[in-house]
Nanobody, 123 residues
Framework: QVQLVESGGGLVQAGDSLRLSCTTS????????MGWFRQAPGKVREFVAA???????YYSNFVEGRFTISRDPAKNTVYLQMNSLKPEDTALYYC?????????????????WGQGTQVTVSS
């Protein structure tokens, strides 16, 4: 059974940092694109960042250099380091896997999803 399990969310203050982790099991995603999405209450789920198997990365504009995505294939884990957090970053953050080799920002390209980890940033 394929599983993506996120962790690392929490309640922080504006300006703080968090590192989210996503650990996969059930199949190898070493050749897949791994992405992070988020969904705030009452809003659609949106793309945050993605990393290809070769380490190429892509970010949404709102990241503005504050977030860094990385992966450790040996640990089957993808990370999202989030610095200088803002209240508008408050959302449920999802990890997703796209078996293709090319980065996509659309949800439909990702076949596997985790359950999400909550990030709440207070002002």
């Amino acid at each position: 059974q394929v599983q993506l399990v996120e962790s690392g969310g929490g309640l922080v203050q504006a300006g703080d940092s968090l590192r989210l982790s996503c650990t996969t099991s059930g199949r190898t995603f070493s050749n897949s694109v791994m992405g992070w999405f988020r969904q705030a209450p009452g809003k659609v789920r949106e793309f945050v960042a993605a990393i290809s198997w070769s380490g190429r990365t892509y970010y949404s504009n709102f990241v503005e250099g504050r977030f860094t995505i990385s992966r450790d294939p040996a640990k089957n884990t993808v990370y999202l380091q989030m610095n200088s957090l803002k209240p508008e970053d408050t959302a449920l953050y999802y990890c997703a896997a796209d078996p293709s080799a090319f980065i996509s920002t659309t949800m439909g390209s990702y076949d596997y999803w985790g359950q999400g980890t909550q990030v709440t940033v207070s002002s």
